[in-house]
Nanobody, 131 residues
Framework: QLQLVESGGGLVQPGGSLRLSCAAS????????IGWFRQAPGNEREGVSCISSSDGNTYYADSVKGRFTISRDNAKNTVYLQMNSLKPEDTAVYYC????????????????????????WGKGTLVTVSS
């Protein structure tokens, strides 16, 4: 079965850190751009950070630049999102997406609803930032 599974979410105080993982099974992530997206209650899903399949090119939303870092470990078939200096407004369900044919990482992140022809979504992991 082809799937992505997110993990690492939880409750953290403002200023704290979490590392999210996105693990693939049933297929290899080597040829896929990977993105992290989030959706807070009442809001549309938004792109947080995306990373290309091969050259390491990355994109970050302005709201997370300097605080979040995306990385991938193809040997482990896993992508990570290191989140530091967390704020209450980072509270959301975080999803990862694997996209085989995204034109650019920016396009993938800025327009999460666009399907370029071969994509997989995880079911999400909840991040709550609260004191």
């Amino acid at each position: 079965q082809l799937q992505l599974v997110e993990s690492g979410g939880g409750l953290v105080q403002p200023g704290g850190s979490l590392r999210l993982s996105c693990a693939a099974s049933g297929f290899t992530l080597d040829y896929y751009a990977i993105g992290w997206f989030r959706q807070a209650p009442g809001n549309e899903r938004e792109g947080v950070s995306c990373i290309s399949s091969s050259d390491g090119n990355t994109y970050y939303a302005d709201s997370v630049k300097g605080r979040f870092t995306i990385s991938r470990d193809n040997a482990k078939n896993t992508v990570y999102l290191q989140m530091n200096s967390l704020k209450p407004e980072d509270t959301a369900v975080y999803y990862c997406k694997a996209d085989r044919f995204a034109a650019t990482v920016q396009a993938m992140c800025v327009e999460p609803g666009v399907n370029y022809g071969m994509e997989y979504w995880g079911k999400g992991t909840l991040v709550t930032v609260s004191s």
